[in-house]
Each structure stands twice: as structure tokens, then as C-alpha cells.
């Protein structure tokens, strides 16, 4: 027997090739492997040959990475770091980006910070650099970034920032085209795994944070010294511990060689006082994402935010969680802030994404929505206490035809919400890509007859069915009829409740999580799912009941 509570599991992989080497490498047999021979014009400096020793026994760095010969020959250049670091400047530019991913990936932390120090282009974005490319099939995004080489990156950008002109020399082709935009955005937010050699977006944000701190204190600029300002874009992450610093880094970068951006704002159990003085000092061209969580912020306290966030007329996404507001007992005042908060959200033009969770919207959504610009294509409305007249309401608004994600979780859709809700399903059908229901109370009954219209979902990619008290026939049905959607990847499935012992009926969703199931029985299941997904092609497809992956996506990749 074991508990519902910890990783889940599932079926189901992908990989890919790597591409072709390039022509500037040659392959020359050696003893009991090769030689790569990398050849590049050094500037001023005649020819520069590196010859690179390459095992075919050697084995990958990480299971399941695909590595060309390009790959592998570059980081057996940096194997010799302090060789590598005074060849940089005779290597042509065009190597950086992939001498940067692999000095990134193997921590080679010395080379790291000279690259970034010696940067050659306007951008160094993260994005770009770390991705999924035509040498190396790790995607380095999709995971926790190295602390080490984090600290690398931001010391080799001081070091750039307190090089003199008359140090330049060796560098010119940098100075040329320096440096005026690190990106550092887009990393891998923090999941329930922490591996202490690891940098979280806390940590992160604290790390960046420091260094404009210090770049400030500095005091005046050295004779000789004129620093080409830098813009550093982050993604901030803020609670009550960090907030004094935050905002005492963003007060210095103003004036500072070191511009910090926010791209994405995400603020945990802060203040609403603290929350408006962050908003204050942040730029209004940059900010891409506003998240608060935990802030219990109430319409009282929402009305009084809300001004500082319209501001931002490029806002694509906002995030708004524990809106409270009796909708049943209306005050007075309620409703007055409510009125208000709806007048400011009529200011958003570029806005895309919405998350209302876990607030109470029963018989508002029209109102909410009726005020905004521009359709949304990303609506969260977890644990809303959604009425069947707000479903209805949705299905026949403009935004349903715009729908990427949905996310209902939390809403009771077994009784009267059912119909409209398959009504929404039809008319979000043709654009739907990620749809999340857990805990929705869908027993079989529901399932099967929300089936038709679900399958009509031909580009869904995702469907989130954690909680729910569905059978393992329940399961075997869904599975069939979703062979028709080409386009799925990934369905995060209950525990079945024939995997229970002793379940009352119908199972409230605390029972669901919290109680024991029989091992033997899901994994029985397990493998019964997965022989269902090789008979009918779909071995690709991941069925899993994790809840804590990182499957669910964001809006902006999706």
C-alpha cells in the first residue's frame, strides 16, 4: 500500500538527431580513434590550428543527448581552460555560441566568465544559447541552471564592465560589437526536486540583485574606464525576505552602467505597500508578466494595486490569486472596488493571459471579462466556484474561439456545469492546446459523455485529469478515442479508484489525494496502459499521474 502524496509515474519518450559537422573540421585517424582537427584564421596571428584527441569510446555527458562531432571537439577544447581562454581571441566569432553552451553545461566556469568578458555580439541571450541546437540535443532551458556557472556568466559581465579602453586592445572585434544586452530570462523556475548545486529563480534574482548593488557602490569610475552600459533582463522573483534588496537594486541600477530589466515579475506573501513600491520601479517597457501570489489581497487591497499595474500597457499576462469578494453578500465597498478594479483592467490592450485563481467569481465572470481590450488566449480559473451561467457566458464570448489554455481545476463540471462546459469545449475546440481539469468531480459517467466533443479538440497537446474519481475502464475509453488527436503528448491521468481500498461514493477529492492505494493493482494498471498505447502507435504519448513534472506548460511556449 502506499499514499497518493509523491512522484508520480508514466509511459512514454522522444529523441532526437544530431545534424551534420561543418567543413572547417577534419577527421584523421589516430591509434584507437580519431583526431579532430580544427582549423581557424586567427586575425593578425596567422593560422591557429587545435588539435582535438576524440575517443569513440568516449561516453556522452548526459543519457540521451546526441552530440555531433563539432560538439565533442569543442569541449574537448575546454578541457585545458586556461588554454582555451587565450585562444579566444584568435577564434572567429561564430564559435562563441556553441563554445558558450558547452562551457555552460560542464561548468567550465573559467572559460565561461572570459566569454562572456570578451562577448562579441550586441546580444547574449540565454534563450538562444542554451536551446536545443544542430550540435547538441540538450536543452539546457528545461533544466536548473548550474550555480557555478551562473556566478561565471555575472562575474565575467563585472569583469567586462571594469575592463579600461586601454586594455581593449586584444579585444577589439568585442569592443566592436559590444555587449549591450544580456538576457538572462527564461530559465527554469523552481520545481519540487532541489538539487543543491542548482541556482533557483530566488536565488537568481538575489545573485543579480548583488551585482547592481555592488556595481553602484563602487564609487567613481576609474581613469581610463568608460563602461559601455549593459542591460541586464531577468526574470524577479520577490517575498518578504528579499524585498529590501530587490528594490534596493533596482533604485542603483537606474543610474548605473548596469541597467536591470524585469521581464517577468513574480511576488509571493509581499505586502501591498511593498508590492506598489517594486511596481514603481519597475520599467514600462520591459515588463512582460506581473504573477502575486499569496498576497490575499482582497478587492480592497486588488483596487489599490491595480493602477500600478495598468501602467504597463505591454502587459501580455496577469496573475492574480486570492481575489476575495463575497459575491452572494455584496458590500457596498465591494462593490465599489469591484467596479474600479474593472474600470483598470479596460486599460490592458496587449493582455493575453489571465489567472484569477482560487477566487470568488460566482456570477462575475461576464463582468470580468466584458471589460477587458482584446480576447485572451490563456484563461486560469482554478477554484472559482465557477455557476453554470459564467460557463455558458464564456462559450459565447469572444475569448472562447482564442482559447489556447483553459484551466478549470477546482470546479465542480458533474451536474449542472457539465452542458455548458461542453459547450465551451466546442467553441474553444479549434484552437485549445492545453487543457487542465483536476479535481472537477468528472466520475465515468461525465467522461464518456464529454468524449465527443473532447476528441474535437484536434491540436490539444495537453489534458490534465489528476483527482478525479475515474475508473480504469474510464481511462481505457479515454485513451482509445483520443487516438484521433495527433497532436497530443501528454495526459496526467488519475490514480483509478479500483486502485483503492474501501473508497466511499462519490469520493470527495480530499479522499483522492490523501488516501492509500493498492500497488499491485496501478501496477497492473501501468502496464496495461501502456501495451494500450503501443497497440494503437502511441508509445510517444506520456501518460503519467505526476502532478509535480514539468509537463504542464507555460503560456508564452506554448
Partial sequence: ???????????????????????????????????????????????????????????????GAMHTLVFLSTRQVLQCQPAACQALPLLPRELFPLLFKVAFMDKKTVVLRELVHTWPFPLLSFQQLLQECAHCSRALLQERPSTESMQAVILGLTARLHTPEAEAGTQSFCRKHALRVLDMTGLLDDGVEQDPGTMSMWDCTAAVARTCIAQQQGGTVEPGLNPVPVEVRVDLRVNRASYAFLREALRSSAGSPLRLCCRDLRAEDLPMRNTVALLQLLDAGCLRRVDLRFNNLGLRGLSVIIPHVARFQHLASLRLHYVHGDSRQPSVDGEDNFRYFLAQMGRFTCLRELSMGSSLLSG??????????????????????????????????????????????????????????????????????????????????QLLATLPVLTRCASLRYLGLYGNPLSMAGLKELLRDSVAQAELRTVVHPFPVDCYEGLPWPPPASVLLEASINEEKFARVEAELHQLLLASGRAHVVWTTDIYGRLAADYFSL
Avoid at 500500500?1 to 522522444?14: I, K
Fill in 364 to 445: 462575475r465572470l461576464d463582468q470580468l471579462l466584458s471589460a477587458l481590450q482584446s480576447p485572451l488566449e490563456s484563461l486560469e480559473l482554478a477554484f472559482c466556484a465557477l455557476l453554470p451561467e459564467d460557463l455558458r457566458f464564456l462559450a459565447r464570448s469572444p475569448h472562447a474561439v482564442h482559447l489556447k489554455k483553459l484551466d478549470l481545476s477546482g470546479n465542480d463540471l458533474s451536474g449542472s456545469q457539465l452542458e455548458p462546459f461542453q459547450g465551451l469545449l466546442q467553441a474553444a475546440a479549434a484552437t485549445l492546446l492545453h487543457l487542465e481539469l483536476t479535481e472537477c468531480q468528472l466520475a465515468d459517467t
Fill in 1 to 63: 500500500m502506499r499514499t497518493r502524496r509523491g512522484r508520480g509515474r508514466g509511459v512514454g519518450a522522444n529523441a532526437k538527431l544530431g545534424q551534420p559537422i561543418p567543413g572547417f573540421l577534419e577527421r584523421r585517424p589516430m591509434g584507437g580513434g580519431d583526431v579532430i582537427a580544427a582549423r581557424w584564421a586567427g586575425r593578425g596571428a596567422g593560422r591557429c590550428s587545435l588539435v582535438c584527441p576524440f575517443s569513440a569510446r568516449w561516453p556522452p555527458a548526459w543519457p
